[in-house]
């Protein structure tokens, strides 16, 4: 009986390094929904107070880190990912950059906009506005609840940390409302803390029967 490593194989430091890039990105969703919801009001963005800036700071590494992390999770993922696999992973990706989009022009746009137009929260959205803010929305959730489904279904990471991806992405739908965020959030630090506990992309071997080639996985 030998053993050779198949699918991927990670070092230590690259699963660590994984896990705590998950666990920055929760802590970034989570600062900014929670500043939103008890410190800023409802008027725009102006980023002349503090806690406009934090929460601006925290939206944008939140979402750039959400667009590593998924990049991560596809690398390790994406032997196990047929053409169907592949189209969730770049809808999710496309949705995440468009809500990414949408962080940076609220950083850096509205405060501008807000001093120079302040009557621009009354001011009828357009259509082609109400275009992109439909094509945001569904981009995000449906490729990150089929991102969920998908590693559900393979096994990559444990199932329940699957199941609140897929939450994450229903309610990722109203990502921009707060605190809807929240779910994708707690999926994404629970697979954080899992990366850091595990060694299952480092340690996954296969035995092959010197008698009969057959093989099996083995997790040590």
Do not use: Q
Not at 40 to 51: A, E, I, K, M, R
Request: aromatic share 14%; glycine share 10%.
């Amino acid at each position: 009986m030998k053993l050779v490593k198949t699918r991927i194989s990670l070092s230590n430091k690259a699963v660590i390094r994984i896990g705590f890039l998950y666990l920055f990105t929760s802590l970034c969703i989570l600062c900014s929904n929670m500043i939103d919801i008890w410190i800023l009001d409802d008027d725009l963005l102006t980023n002349d107070s503090f806690p406009d800036i934090l929460y601006t700071t925290f939206n944008l590494m939140g979402f750039f880190g959400l667009i590593l992390g998924l990049f991560a999770l596809f690398i390790i993922h994406h032997k196990d990912l047929g053409k169907l696999g592949y189209a969730c992973y770049i809808l999710a990706a496309l949705g995440t950059m468009l809500y990414a989009g949408d962080a940076w022009f609220e950083a850096f746009v509205i405060p501008f906009l807000s001093d120079e137009m302040p009557g621009l929260k009354d001011i009828d959205p357009g259509i082609s506005l109400m275009v992109g803010i439909v094509i945001t929305f569904l981009t995000f959730s449906i490729g990150w609840i089929t991102v969920g489904v998908s590693a559900f279904r393979v096994g990559l990471i444990p199932k329940w940390i699957s199941s609140l991806i897929i939450i994450g992405g229903i309610f990722g739908f109203r990502a921009l409302t707060p605190p809807y965020f929240v779910p994708l959030a707690i999926a994404v630090g629970a697979m954080g803390v899992w990366f850091l506990r595990s060694k299952s992309f480092t340690n996954n071997l296969a035995e092959i029967s010197n008698d009969t080639g057959e093989v099996s996985m083995v997790d040590i």
